[in-house]
C-alpha cells in the first residue's frame, strides 16, 4: 500500500520560512516524479512544484518567484519543500504527491498518489 505522509506545515509568520516533508512507502521511490500541490480555502488544487525522479530536474509555478526550492532524498523516501519569505497569500493545505511512468509533470492528474495533506498558515 502506498503512503505519503507530509509533515512540518504549522502557522509562520509574513516573511518566515518553512520546511515540508513527505515521507514515502510502498513504492520504488527512485521511480517516480514527486510533486507538491496546495489547496486554499474555495480554490482549485494548483502546481506548485515538481522534481524528477533522479532530483536533477526541478520545475516551478510562476508565483513561487524564487522563493521556494523542491528536493528528494532517494535514500530517506522523502521529498522537501523549503520554502521562503512566506506570504499571506502562501497560507493552504499543501499535498505531495507521486507520478509513475513520467519524467515529471505539473498537471494534478498526471499524479498518481497523493498524501493528506499539511496545513500552513502564514499570519501574523
Known amino acids: 500500500q502506498v503512503q505519503l505522509v507530509e509533515s512540518g506545515g504549522g502557522l509562520v509568520q509574513p516573511g518566515g520560512p518553512l520546511r515540508l516533508s513527505c515521507a514515502a512507502s510502498g513504492l520504488t521511490f527512485g521511480r517516480v516524479a514527486m510533486g507538491w500541490f496546495r489547496q486554499a480555502p474555495g480554490k482549485e488544487r494548483e502546481f506548485v512544484a515538481t522534481v524528477t525522479r533522479s532530483g536533477g530536474g526541478t520545475s516551478y509555478a510562476d508565483f513561487v518567484k524564487g522563493r521556494f526550492t523542491i528536493s528528494r532524498d532517494n535514500a530517506k523516501n522523502t521529498v522537501y519543500l523549503q520554502m521562503n519569505s512566506l506570504e499571506p497569500e502562501d497560507t493552504a493545505v499543501y499535498y505531495c504527491?507521486?507520478?509513475?511512468?513520467?519524467?515529471?509533470?505539473?498537471?494534478?492528474?498526471?499524479?498518481?498518489?497523493w498524501g493528506q495533506g499539511t496545513q500552513v498558515i502564514v499570519s501574523e
Open positions: 504527491a507521486a507520478a509513475r511512468g513520467v519524467f515529471s509533470t505539473r498537471q494534478r492528474d498526471g499524479y498518481d498518489y
